[in-house]
């Protein structure tokens, strides 16, 4: 389910109402399939014929593909107001797998539908760019995290990577429940299991991140700043791209 709303700064306040005009101007001028998504469950998947772009209302979805040998690989994240299928657009097949890490809803939105729409309303252009450019950014800051990161580094910048998205739609920061498991977590990171276990228990002895009492998957973030100075105190000056 949803983070909690709490205290947020101008960034989460702009973000939120950023996310929010764009939902209403979906609303108002595309027809609009509400779907309810449960854990585990796929939005669509690798191979399936492009149809429908896909907006994130709740809940919480990762990117899936399977590597060479046959595993599953985490490739993305994706939070509210997020698109999801933008990969299908060039070859009019969906290149990955969508699936939920919580309940959530997404909004269908068939993409000729969308594109007709827009000869009336050209923001709508507007708002599907700006998801493009913001997917690029993500690919971009992901990648250079693996090539340059070191280990303890590369979990630090996940942890402010999903504060930070829930800032900038207006959620509490303070606490977070991560929607994945250590296992997941080190997939996504290029990072074994047991090497993001002991960047989190450094994290939280230096008092950056503390676990709740709820359970391990939940962290409250005193400061997202800390994890900044974290990435930069543990930054080596020749940091490899390299599987730890």
């Not at 985490?74 to 060039?90: E, N, P, Y």
């Not at 630090?156 to 606490?175: C, H, K, M, P, V």
């Not at 409250?220 to 994890?227: E, M, T, V």
Request: charged share 20%; hydrophobic share 40%.
């Amino acid at each position: 389910m949803e983070q909690q709303t709490g205290t947020t700064t101008n960034q989460g306040t702009y973000g939120a109402k950023r996310f929010g005009d764009a939902m209403q101007l979906l609303r108002d001028c595309v027809p609009i399939q509400k779907r309810i998504v449960r854990t585990g469950e796929s939005v669509y998947q690798v191979g399936q014929a492009f149809a429908c772009l896909y907006v994130i209302n709740t809940g919480f979805f990762k990117m899936v593909n399977l590597s060479s040998d046959g595993r599953e690989q985490v490739v993305g994240l994706h939070f509210k107001g997020d698109w999801l299928g933008l990969d299908g657009i060039a070859t009019q097949q969906y290149r990955c797998d969508v699936v939920a890490m919580d309940v959530g809803e997404v909004w269908a939105i068939r993409y000729d539908a969308l594109i007709e729409a827009s000869a009336q309303a050209p923001q709508l252009l507007t708002v599907l760019h700006q998801a493009m450019s913001r997917e690029l950014g993500r690919d971009h800051d992901s990648m250079q995290s693996l090539c340059t990161l070191p280990a303890d580094a590369r979990v630090a910048g996940f942890l402010r990577y999903w504060a930070n998205s829930l800032e900038q739609r207006g959620l509490r920061t303070d606490q977070i429940t991560l929607r994945m498991t250590r296992a997941e977590i080190g997939n996504y990171l290029g990072m074994t299991l047991e090497s993001v276990s002991r960047a989190l228990s450094r994290m939280a002895k230096g008092d950056v991140i503390r676990f709740s009492e709820k359970g391990r998957r939940d962290i409250q973030i005193p400061k997202i700043d800390a994890l900044t100075q974290f990435m930069r105190a543990g930054t080596a000056p020749k940091a490899a791209c390299a599987i730890h």
